[in-house]
C-alpha cells in the first residue's frame, strides 16, 4: 500500500513534483557502505572533472568575448532589431 496523498485538482502541479524530487533524494542518500579510500577517490575524480569543466568554460567565454569585441556593433544591431519590434 502506498503512503502518497492524492493530488486534487487544486494542488500545485510544480509543489508536487517537487516534493516527490524530494522524496525520492532522500531515499538515494541512505546506504552508504564505501570505505572512505574509494569515496576520496571518487572525490578527486570528480574535482578534476570539475576542473576540466571550468578550464572548458573559461575558453569558450573568451572565445566568446573575443567574437563580440571583433562585432560587437554587428551584434547589437541584430539584437536591436529582433528584440525591439
Same mark, same amino acid.
Given at each position: 500500500?502506498?503512503?502518497? %496523498?492524492?493530488?486534487? @485538482?487544486? /494542488? =500545485?502541479?510544480?509543489?508536487?513534483?517537487?516534493?516527490?524530487?524530494?522524496?525520492? *533524494?532522500?531515499? %538515494?542518500?541512505?546506504? @552508504?557502505? /564505501? =570505505?572512505?579510500?574509494?569515496?576520496?577517490?571518487?572525490?578527486?575524480?570528480?574535482? *578534476?572533472?570539475?576542473?576540466?569543466?571550468?578550464?572548458?568554460? =573559461?575558453?569558450?567565454?573568451?572565445?566568446?568575448?573575443?567574437?563580440?569585441?571583433?562585432?560587437?556593433?554587428?551584434?547589437?544591431?541584430?539584437?536591436?532589431?529582433?528584440?525591439?519590434?
Amino acid at each position: 500500500m502506498s503512503n502518497r %496523498q492524492p493530488i486534487h @485538482g487544486d /494542488a =500545485d502541479p510544480v509543489r508536487v513534483f517537487l516534493a516527490a524530487g524530494s522524496e525520492q *533524494k532522500q531515499k %538515494q542518500k541512505g546506504g @552508504g557502505g /564505501a =570505505d572512505s579510500g574509494e569515496s576520496s577517490q571518487g572525490g578527486e575524480k570528480i574535482a *578534476k572533472k570539475g576542473e576540466t569543466i571550468k578550464e572548458d568554460m =573559461d575558453s569558450l567565454l573568451d572565445e566568446i568575448d573575443s567574437v563580440l569585441e571583433e562585432n560587437a556593433e554587428e551584434f547589437v544591431k541584430n539584437y536591436v532589431q529582433r528584440g525591439g519590434e
